[in-house]
């Protein structure tokens, strides 16, 4: 069972308690730079998670905006935690950055909140329907065949989130009635994949809605996942073509948290989608 835990997202936040200080003594990227003999551009790479600091590099940072007590071994126990490795690191010459990025945030956040207008949402899927999906994108994404393995092994790997005993990730799922019926691999393929959603709706931290194929979709948008934490502002990851996209901005976060509840609104309830599910899968009987 993997840790939940990020050392990405601890590097986020020692960047942000950092420019929190900074700012709060008034001084400017430029003023630490000449005081510490540092680059500015040093400065920015820190405080933007772009970089991850030193252990000397934090010592010098605190000793010059003058921490000291509780808070200064805050920060540099949460440097040497930002040092550690995720179990997705070894994976990193296979994935896109970005997707790096979005496992380590899952790995922290509490909950999860997923539209999908065309597949499974990704946590939901079983192996063999990854596999469908990811071979079924091959020609689009240039994913080279030597990859296929190590995403289907990463997206599995995943879900044990839903799954952790003592700290589950809340997974709430709205997707479009189409998905049901977009096949990827062949007919047991979907029929297992649709088995296997009636099993975790099960689960006291999963919600699965389904939107009817009879209800406009209330918001324009393609897919997107919004992750909330318990100590970081929330973040929206959307996916395109070329890759994924981070919504950081407050406001535009709360445009997409918006947009989820009108989702839930016109979506079916879970027992209906339970049902709905059921139904379908008579449909992949045939």
């Known amino acids: 069972m993997p840790e939940r835990g990020s050392p990405a997202l601890r590097r986020r936040r020692l960047g942000m308690e950092l420019r929190r200080l900074r700012e709060g003594l008034g001084m400017t990227g430029d003023e630490v ?55 997705w690191e070894k994976y990193r010459n296979s994935i896109p950055d970005e997707y790096i990025t979005l496992i380590g945030m899952e790995a922290e956040a509490t909950v999860v909140r997923n539209w999908e207008p065309q597949v499974v ?48 990730l809340t997974h709430v799922s709205v997707f479009h009635e189409s998905v049901l019926r977009n096949q990827y691999g062949d007919a047991r393929v979907m029929r297992d994949q649709l088995g296997y959603l009636i099993e975790v709706s099960g689960l006291q931290h999963v919600e699965l809605r389904i939107l009817p194929q009879d209800v406009p979709p209330p918001v324009s948008t393609g897919a997107f996942v919004h992750l909330k934490f318990p100590d970081f502002p929330d973040v929206v990851y959307t996916e395109s073509l070329f890759g994924g996209r981070f919504v950081e901005d407050a406001e535009m976060v709360y445009g997409y948290e918006l947009a989820f509840g009108h989702l839930m609104e016109r979506a079916l309830d879970e027992v209906a989608s339970q049902e709905l599910i059921r139904e379908t899968i008579t449909y992949w009987n045939k």
């Open 121 to 168: 949402p990704g946590l939901l899927q079983t192996e063999e329907y990854v596999r469908s999906v990811v071979q079924a994108n091959q020609h689009a994404s240039q994913v080279p065949p030597s990859w296929l393995q190590n995403l289907v092994k990463i997206r599995m790997t995943r879900q044990r989130t839903l799954l952790h005993e003592s700290d589950p």
């Open 33 to 87: 730079s000449d005081r510490l003999g540092w680059s500015t551009a040093k400065i920015s790479r820190i405080e933007n998670a772009k970089t991850l600091a030193g252990q000397v590099d934090v010592e010098a940072l605190v000793e010059l905006y003058g921490v000291d007590g509780a808070l200064r071994g805050v920060l540099v126990a949460l440097r040497d935690d930002a040092a550690q490795k995720g179990w």
